[in-house]
């Protein structure tokens, strides 16, 4: 097993890992870096809990080799609160009522982010198409989707 | 378990192949990685020794319109295999002379994936209703393959050989990127598919059309349909019925009849009955004609 050096930076802060060449970026952030709020769920692309954005753009980070990240920007979901502040979309997901169990929730949150930075005025059809790589067994979505419209009507 | 010993980010054409042909065990190409990691994760792919990454090669990631090499005012659309559908999506070039693969590439997995995953793995992985593929088949998409021995053109249909089976030498041959034909003056495409549940899934049918019109006639016509064969199926009968006609009902009905006399529909498990296939070819034949003829 060949192992590689990587450099990237994660919420803003530049870590350097060692990873083996079959090392996940979801394992390199929960198991090197203890960023926990990431989750693995079904580990195969399809539920979207392990969202991050990699240089801006939501990835499954599941499917994404840590290797790959060299020299990337990584933010996940302990990244979106900052100076004690939580992210307007984590206010709103609260306010709506848009966590139950909340193991989506972190991948949620993150698909929100980016479509918000993207689009700051989505329509549902755009919001609920933004979504669609997030799989959410506890809410219908509803509360979830109305979360993402409250940020986007506030500004 | 291990999967994979080795992962080598290629820096260009001549560095991945090099990667390719040199392990000292099986290597292939990865892309974006969404379809082979999966694969040898859960135990379909064998295990390999390399894994060679290829979407940081800079001439496979590029979107551009390249002179024809015979003919310099012939132009054609290149598409690195590199390039994620995401970037198709929000190409202008795509855009501009390849709606039916916008349209395609938009409905691929969701956000996530389509960041990751590359036209050249969606056509790569060969399987008969990859949607990118569908609409690169209507549109007419020769496919370059780079070798030690240098590097050649082939019609897209060459690379098929069944279902995830393609005719390139694993540890050999590279697939670099694609030619499109620029879109000429009254000639547009379009892609549908039927999927279900809406979202992430495969398609139960899709299906591409291109056409150029002239006056009230499609004066030519490609269509291109998934799963309907073991490999991706150019409906060429279907075509012939419809060229030189206007696409009125009685047009639509011949071609339908064409159509369903050469695809072979198969009812499977998960999907779709090969019945409630054939009532979606009605469908989409209408509907990917129509857009394309309207747009056209």
Partial sequence: MSYHRITL??????????????????????????????????????????????????????????????????????????????????????????????????????SSRALLDRNPHPTEAEIREALVGNLCRCTGYVRIVEAVKQVASSR | ????????????????????????????????????????????????????????????????????????????????AGVTHSQIVASPFVAAHAQALIEACGLVGGPQVRNTATLGGNVAHALPAADGAIA???????????????????????????????????????????????????QASAFRRVMRPQGVALPILNMACWLERIGDVISDVRIAIGPASPLPVRAKSAESTLRGKSPDSETLAAALAALLSEVHLRTSPHRATAEYRRHLCSVLLEDTLQSAWERA
């Fill in chain 1, 9 to 110: 930076s994660v919420n803003g802060s530049v870590e350097q890992l060692d990873v083996p060449s079959q090392m996940t970026l979801l394992q390199a952030l929960r198991d090197k870096l203890a960023l926990t709020g990431t989750k693995n769920g079904c580990n195969a692309g399809e539920c979207g809990a392990c969202t991050v954005l990699l240089n801006g753009e939501p990835v499954n980070s599941c499917m994404t080799l840590a290797v790959e990240c060299d020299g990337a920007s990584v933010v996940t979901v302990e990244g979106l609160a900052g100076n004690g502040e939580l992210d307007p979309i984590q206010d709103a997901i609260i306010d709506e009522g848009g966590v139950q169990c909340g193991f989506c929730t972190p991948g949620v949150l993150i």
């Fill in chain 2, 1 to 80: 378990m291990t999967h994979w010993q080795n992962y080598h980010l290629a820096r260009s054409i001549p560095d991945a192949l090099q990667a390719l042909t040199t392990a000292p065990g099986p290597a292939r190409i990865v892309g974006g990685g969404t379809d082979l990691l999966l694969d040898l994760q859960q135990g379909r792919h064998p295990p390999v020794h390399t894994l060679v990454d290829v979407t940081a090669v800079p001439e496979m990631t590029v979107i551009e319109i390249r002179a024809d090499r015979r003919d310099a005012s012939a132009g054609r659309l290149y598409i690195g």
């Fill in chain 2, 136 to 186: 690169l088949l209507a549109l007419n998409a020769t496919v370059e393959i780079a070798s030690p021995e240098g590097t050649r053109r082939a019609p897209l249909i060459d690379l098929y050989r069944g279902p995830g089976r393609s005719s390139l030498e694993p540890q050999r041959e590279l697939l670099t990127g694609f030619y499109l034909p620029l879109r000429g003056g009254r």
